[in-house]
């Protein structure tokens, strides 16, 4: 469904992806591992497309993901390392923004992914009151609340404690058993149960 | 099912956060409108009071000080939503970046150009400008502010991932408002010697055509590259 060739991105004198490529189908995952400055972030936003890359192309559905009838953007969601929040807007006004820029969403809706990611009560406070683990929760409910199907995580799980952590695996299990992709970067392990899990490491 | 917000839904809906987002900073809503009235004000106290003088140089200080307010607060306009990420997310979302670029300046303008329009007139006052030519004046500040948000955004998406981008700002977009202040300027002096200002009004109406159907689209390309 997602397929990636044959990636080259210069960043000055830095040859950063050499050649990277992969595919993914619904139901996996793809942990983009590599230590730090190994590319794992530029691969991740190429792959969504904020990057252009020098050669190579991201093909979504066997179509050319940035061709305007792909659909690609509208099915993909993107956690990058800091929470994409307003600081002066509160943690709801943020979500009914961001996702609502993609489709219609129902209070309710908001309130219970709020919950199930253990936010409820950080609701109405201004983003700038949050911290930097409530922050990456309430980015990872416009994760869920986006309904995509390929997500792209850049280090999920920093800055979250240990229940954090496994809510966010739990996540991911739930979505690639629901037919989800994932495509996901940490220099750690990924401890996920599904056996549908490759690691592509950078270096 | 859910049901795909439409282009003209997502850009109500980032005017209205944009708005809200000002309304919770007053005092950066002040300022350029204060420093639209300080420098009018500066004026007579340096010059001399003497009307007949101040009438003549007003139509210049009203759009200079008009210009320069306006670009005190375009550096903001693209930059603070690509500092938190939420540029690039908008990008992500599938909604064209054209239309979030123009909504984004018009949501700038309001904040930023109208206020100044709606207080020129005592600005005006101040320099002696007679009531009769107030109207033109405001006429021409109203699409004279609404083209230089539509040409600032083109700048401030240029230099989204600068540092310390303000001179540069300037430096982008002064020489391309060139044109306004002449047509502007003139519009008022006309009126204030009591002729027909239609044809400078015309112009700067054309300008704002011109901005405001090309100016998104290059900053839409430059919002592009500058998260790249």
């Not at chain 1, 807007?89 to 990611?117: P, W």
């Not at chain 2, 930023?112 to 600005?123: D, E, M, N, R, T």
Request: one cysteine or more; a neutral charge; aromatic letters at 4%.
């Amino acid at each position: 469904m997602l397929k990636v060739e044959n990636l080259h991105l210069w960043r000055g004198e830095r040859h950063v992806l050499r050649g990277v490529g992969f595919r993914l189908e619904p139901g996996e995952l793809l942990h983009v591992a590599g230590a730090n400055g190994a590319g794992k972030t530029t691969l991740l936003r190429t792959v969504a497309g904020l990057v252009q890359p020098e050669q190579g192309e991201v093909y979504w559905r066997n179509k050319l993901a940035h061709s305007l009838d792909s659909g690609y953007a509208e099915q993909l969601a993107y956690v990058a390392h800091d929470a994409a929040l307003k600081s002066d807007l509160t943690a709801y006004e943020n979500l009914v923004f961001m996702v609502g820029l993609r489709h219609a969403v129902a209070d309710s809706a908001i309130g219970l992914t709020l919950a199930k990611l253990g936010v409820a009560h950080c609701a109405n406070l201004p983003a700038r009151a949050l911290s930097a683990g409530q922050r990456r929760r309430v980015a990872l409910a416009r994760l869920l609340l986006s309904e995509a199907v390929l997500w792209i995580l850049d280090e999920p799980l920093t800055n979250l404690d240990a229940a954090g952590g496994t809510l966010v695996l739990g996540l991911l299990d739930e979505h690639l058993a629901a037919g989800g992709l994932a495509l996901v970067a940490t220099h750690g392990e990924l401890a996920i149960r599904s056996d549908r899990a490759r690691r592509l490491e950078l270096t | 099912m859910t049901v795909r917000t439409g282009v003209l839904a997502a850009v109500a809906l980032l005017v209205r956060r944009d708005l809200r987002l000002a309304f919770r900073r007053p005092s950066q809503l002040c300022n350029p409108l204060v420093f639209f009235l300080v420098v009018t004000t500066l004026f007579p106290l340096s010059l001399s009071p003497l009307a007949s003088q101040l009438r003549d140089i007003a139509p210049g200080v009203l759009w200079v000080a008009a210009l320069l307010s306006s670009l005190l607060a375009l550096e903001g306009l693209l930059k603070s939503d690509a500092e938190d990420g939420t540029l690039e997310q908008m990008v992500l979302s599938g909604q064209p970046v054209v239309a979030m670029v123009a909504a984004k300046t018009l949501a700038h303008w309001f904040v930023g150009g109208l206020p100044l329009v709606v207080i020129s007139p005592l600005a005006g006052l101040s320099l002696g400008v007679p009531p009769a030519a107030m109207w033109v004046t405001v006429e021409g500040l109203l699409m004279g502010t609404l083209t230089l948000s539509f040409l600032g955004s083109v700048g401030a998406a240029l230099t989204v991932g600068v540092r310390r981008s303000s001179v540069l700002l300037s430096l982008l977009v002064l020489p391309l408002a060139m044109p306004l202040l002449i047509f502007g300027a003139r519009a008022t002096d006309l009126a204030i010697a009591g002729e027909g200002a239609a044809a400078p009004l015309y112009l700067l109406g054309a300008l704002l055509a011109l901005s405001a159907t090309l100016a998104p689209f290059a900053a839409a390309a430059a919002v592009r590259i500058g998260i790249d």
